[in-house]
């Protein structure tokens, strides 16, 4: 399994750590950059086991075929991402994040 992050992603991993420490989410750099490291790699490591549902389709902007996995990563917290699945490769291309603080409206669970 592969999994890859398009570049509006790794973008948007880069300046969370920033925005988890302006939003006074953290109030140390280092376990803003921890909370993203261990986010990604979590992604990484464990969405081919996660359970995956269709995108709504307010989401079809960000691909074709879009699915969703669910990240808990504290009781305030769940991380929803949105990839592309390419089977015959069994590769991974996540192409938008947003947590339920953002996007949980446009999802019916």
Known sequence: ??????????????ELSELLIEEEYFGFED?????VRELVFDIRDTLDNRLK??????????G????YAVFKRNNN???????ETYVKEKTYVVTFI???HTVAQYIRE
Request: charged share 15%.
């Open 77 to 83: 917290t769940q991380w929803y991402v949105f990839f």
């Open 64 to 67: 074709k075929g879009l699915y």
């Open 1 to 14: 399994m592969k999994v890859l992050f398009s570049p509006d992603v790794r973008l948007y991993f880069r």
């Open 98 to 100: 947003g947590n339920n």
């Open 31 to 35: 376990a803003a950059i921890q909370y």
């Open 53 to 62: 549902r269709p995108a709504p389709a307010y989401f079809a902007c960000y």
